[in-house]
């Protein structure tokens, strides 16, 4: 099934036209995006500048980090409310109520600690990359995160893209937050490759409030789990437990960023894609090549339109594959097919 629909796609890429430029499926008809879920955190401690930085050079055209807040009100790139999974804060603090949630310890406090892999594969090093900044593997803040992207962005006129997550899904004050902080970085049209994400349709609706009262059009993906129902597709909505029909997502949101399950098909791409909305899964976690082209593949030839990958440079050579020039050997039997034809139309015009 998997090799089939790639023989599909690869057909598409050589015969689409004379230039060889591959064509997609996806919503805009251009490759699918390889979005950094954490940064490239199947090589480099989750969510740190160095795994940003890393993802970039990887390929990714997009980076991924999701926000927590601070005692004192800073975004933070972190996935978890505590800080125990990821960082080294059981050594040098005693917990606070109970516990390390982010947002009982201050930026200060935050920035003494240091990023461990979290990730069995990730490692504080890898072959051929030196860190560009002097602490690598610090807690990085959101803005830390957009100044890395915008320093990229300038020095080479790349548009690498940023995809916060504003993890307290419906919180106005996060999502305000998160966006007025995108704008003051230059981070606000849907040109600029970025969007806004989060796991509730009501804060996806409040973000995308918040947007037009700041005369901003980032793209709002609406995060969840694709459901199959008797009035069509939606995806479960996990704060609410409620399921929310595509049709319902396309008045606000741009995209659907989906769990790699449950009902997750290639006729859900296509019934978003009818409504206007792209599709982002998640999580792509193959470690080795081989697994990831299975895999991923079949999604892209499916009209996947963006993939949150683990391994950035893994996505990259799978896209990279299916994008390539057709080689000499697969098209000179059309070649020569052509000349003959051109021989033989000539030599019957010539009697
Ligand atoms: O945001 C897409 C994906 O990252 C959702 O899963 O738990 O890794 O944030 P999570
Ligand atoms: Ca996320």
Request: hydrophobic residues 40%; without cysteine.
């Amino acid at each position: 099934m998997f090799r089939s629909l790639v023989t599909g796609a690869a057909l598409a890429v050589t015969l689409a036209s004379p230039t060889f430029a591959a064509t997609y499926n996806t919503l805009s008809g251009e490759a699918p995006l390889i979005i950094a879920h954490r940064g490239a955190s199947g090589y480099l401690p989750e969510h740190t500048l160095a795994a940003y930085e890393l993802a970039i050079q990887m390929g990714a055209d997009i980076v991924e980090p999701d926000l927590q807040t601070t005692a004192d009100g800073v975004l933070v790139a972190m996935h978890d409310s505590t800080l125990t999974r990821t960082t080294n804060v059981e050594d040098l603090f005693e917990p606070r109520n109970g516990g390390y949630l982010v947002s009982d310890f201050t930026l200060e406090e935050i920035k003494s600690l240091t990023v461990e892999p979290a990730s069995s594969t990730a490692s504080t090093e890898y072959p051929g990359y030196t860190p560009s900044m002097s602490d690598p593997f610090k807690v990085p803040t959101f803005q830390e995160v957009m100044d890395l992207v915008n320093a990229h962005n300038s020095s080479t006129g790349d548009v690498i893209g940023i995809y916060p997550e504003a993890k307290v899904p419906s919180a106005e004050t996060m999502n305000r937050q998160i966006l007025t902080e995108m704008k003051a970085n230059g981070f606000t049209e849907a040109s600029d490759n970025s969007f806004v994400q989060t796991f509730s349709a009501v804060g996806a609706k409040e973000l995308a409030d918040i947007q037009d009262e700041l005369d901003m059009d980032n793209q709002i993906a609406v995060l969840g789990y694709v459901m199959l129902t008797d009035d069509g597709f939606g995806v479960y909505d996990y704060p609410t437990g409620t399921i929310n029909l595509l049709s319902d997502l396309a008045l606000f949101a741009d995209g659907v960023g989906v769990y790699l399950g449950y009902d997750l098909s290639p006729e859900f791409i296509a019934a978003a894609h009818e409504l206007g909305l792209a599709v982002h899964g998640w999580t792509f976690n193959q470690s080795d090549y081989d697994s990831a082209f299975d895999t991923q593949s079949y999604w892209i030839a499916a009209g996947m339109d963006g993939l949150f990958t683990n391994y950035s440079l893994l996505t990259r050579e799978v896209v990279d594959s299916l994008t390539s020039p057709v080689p000499l050997p697969a098209g000179l039997p059309l070649l020569l097919g052509g000349l003959g034809a051109f021989a033989f139309l000539r030599r019957r015009k010539a009697a």
